[in-house]
């Protein structure tokens, strides 16, 4: 008889390693690539296979043993197993969303937030505009992982209404309250708050400075890794 062919584990690409290696794992048990029950390949295979540090895949296959997709097992038969039954996509509270409206939304926000950032660093902001902005991103720093994602959303909304566009800084809180519902479905994952809370720095450090395209750019990036993630839990 022949052998099957070992799935083949395309490599993570860009910026947001530890959102994207998280992505890439929950695709490929989504699709049956592992499916429940199956071992994973040993630790430094799939590393290599995803082109990311062994310390990235531990962190990643650490925060899908705390949500429930996969489980560890000691002894000789040792190894990272998929759970007999993993949670559903999107399995907190709600419904299952479809994929369309997860990327309609993902659009939106790639379109209207890297707008505002880069309109805000292109403005002369007064003493008061800056602290204000400044002390956000500091609470947001500060916050601990349950109390993240309020302080997350107001330095998104700082940064819109430091646009100087009332309607663009409307139309980023309506898809932002959007996005917390989304968020609520998935695990706090302490790795991408870490990562969140350095690309914040780096977005507030462009608009301050003036820089509209970095802090175009630097919110962009930013999204992409909260975009991966939602892929990879809801889609």
């Given at each position: 008889m022949e052998q099957a062919e070992a799935p083949r584990v395309?490599?993570?690409?860009?910026?947001?390693?530890?959102?994207?290696?998280?992505e890439h794992l929950l695709r490929l048990l989504r699709l049956g690539v592992f499916p429940p029950g199956a071992k994973l390949p040993a630790e430094r295979e799939l590393a290599e296979s995803l082109r990311v540090s062994r310390t990235t895949l531990r962190?990643?296959?650490?925060?899908?043993?705390?949500?429930?997709?996969?489980s560890v097992r000691r002894g000789r038969y040792g190894g990272t197993y998929v759970s007999e039954s993993p949670p559903a996509p999107g399995s907190r509270p709600g419904q299952v969303l479809d994929a369309a409206e997860v990327e309609d939304l993902?659009?939106?926000?790639?379109?209207?937030?890297?707008?505002?950032?880069?309109?805000?660093?292109?403005?002369?902001?007064?003493e008061g505009e800056r602290s204000l902005l400044a002390a956000a991103a500091r609470e947001c720093a500060d916050a601990g992982l349950q109390q993240y994602?309020?302080?997350d959303a107001r330095l998104h909304l700082a940064l819109a209404e430091l646009s100087g566009s009332p309607s663009l800084a409307a139309v980023v809180a309506d898809a932002r309250d959007r996005v917390n519902g989304m968020l609520d479905r998935i695990p706090l994952l302490g790795p991408n708050l870490a990562h969140s809370t350095?690309?914040?720095?780096?977005?507030?450090?462009?608009?301050?400075?003036?820089?509209?395209?970095?802090?175009?750019?630097?919110?962009l990036d930013h999204l992409q890794g909260t975009d991966s993630l939602l892929r990879g839990f809801l889609a």
């Open positions: 395309q490599p993570v690409r860009g910026g947001n390693v530890f959102e994207e290696t998280m962190e990643a296959l650490g925060e899908l043993q705390e949500a429930g997709y996969v993902l659009t939106l926000r790639r379109i209207v937030e890297p707008a505002a950032a880069a309109l805000a660093a292109a403005r002369d902001l007064d994602r309020p302080f350095r690309q914040h720095e780096a977005i507030v450090e462009a608009v301050l400075a003036g820089r509209p395209e970095v802090a175009r750019q630097a919110m």
